[in-house]
């Protein structure tokens, strides 16, 4: 295997959505496997230019559901969950409504609650730092602002940042993201959390109390959410992935 300094020079400090490296990363490694598996990401890639050929709508099919088990190319990722989870459908019939929301009157306690987890999201990801140019912090605090006008029963709760910083990082486009998140926290995630968050909280009541007081004992205060009870929504985000991709 190559010294480890040689690949740390041509392997790039941040991942493809622009986390950092850790410290300990192993660069050559990394590059060795990333070698070995280009040919089949190549292929995978091609054969997903060749089911979307035409830039329509994403239709769903066996096809599909065996090429997003495999895994969605970056490049195809935003347009592929925008399709499958029903997002597109939603913002074609909705033409400039995410816009409004930005203008319209705005709740301080929700803007409140919303910049305090500004700096808290993604923190080791160089665009959601303040110096990065555009910083992703602005269209994050937009869409979650939006989302809160939008879905008043849930407004904002702590792990949405999370999601939506997800998902701008994916999609690249605020619109896009609100209409994903939309997609997750109000049709996908308590179609598939609440039971089991039932289950869960109606056998283990007291230990849920005893870790919402720790909680709001290390500051980690924020506007409830009826729908989860406070269950971290990001946790909640990746048990139905699969939806997505």
Not at 53 to 62: A, D, F, I, L, N
Request: aromatic share 10%; hydrophobic share 40%; glycine share 10%.
């Amino acid at each position: 295997m190559e010294p480890a300094g040689r690949a740390r020079d041509r392997v790039p400090r941040t991942d493809p959505y622009g986390f950092e490296r850790p410290a300990d990363f192993d660069y050559a490694a990394y590059e060795e496997f990333s070698s070995a598996y280009l040919v089949v990401l190549t292929r995978r890639a091609a054969r997903w230019s060749g089911l979307l050929r035409g830039g329509g709508g994403v239709r769903r099919s066996e096809t599909l559901k065996r090429y997003i088990r495999k895994g969605v190319p970056l490049a195809h990722r935003a347009r592929v969950w925008m399709g499958v989870s029903g997002a597109q459908a939603q913002m074609d019939q909705n033409p400039g409504y995410y816009h409004r929301l930005l203008q319209g009157q705005w709740d301080e306690g929700l803007e409140e609650a919303i910049r305090t987890d500004m700096n808290r999201t993604f923190p080791d990801n160089v665009q959601f730092q303040k110096g990065a140019d555009p910083c992703l912090q602005k269209a994050l605090y937009n869409v979650l602002l939006a989302y809160g006008h939008h879905n008043l029963a849930v407004g904002y709760c702590q792990g949405m940042n999370f999601i939506a910083g997800y998902l701008i990082l994916i999609t690249k486009n605020e619109e896009e993201s609100f209409w994903l998140l939309d997609a997750l926290v109000g049709r996908i995630l308590p179609e598939n959390i609440l039971t089991a968050w039932k289950l869960v909280h109606g056998h283990h009541r007291q230990a849920s109390r005893e870790l919402q007081g720790q909680a709001a004992g290390a500051g980690l205060t924020g506007r409830p959410c009826p729908a989860v009870q406070r269950q971290p929504l990001f946790t909640a985000f990746l048990l139905c992935h699969e939806h997505l991709c």
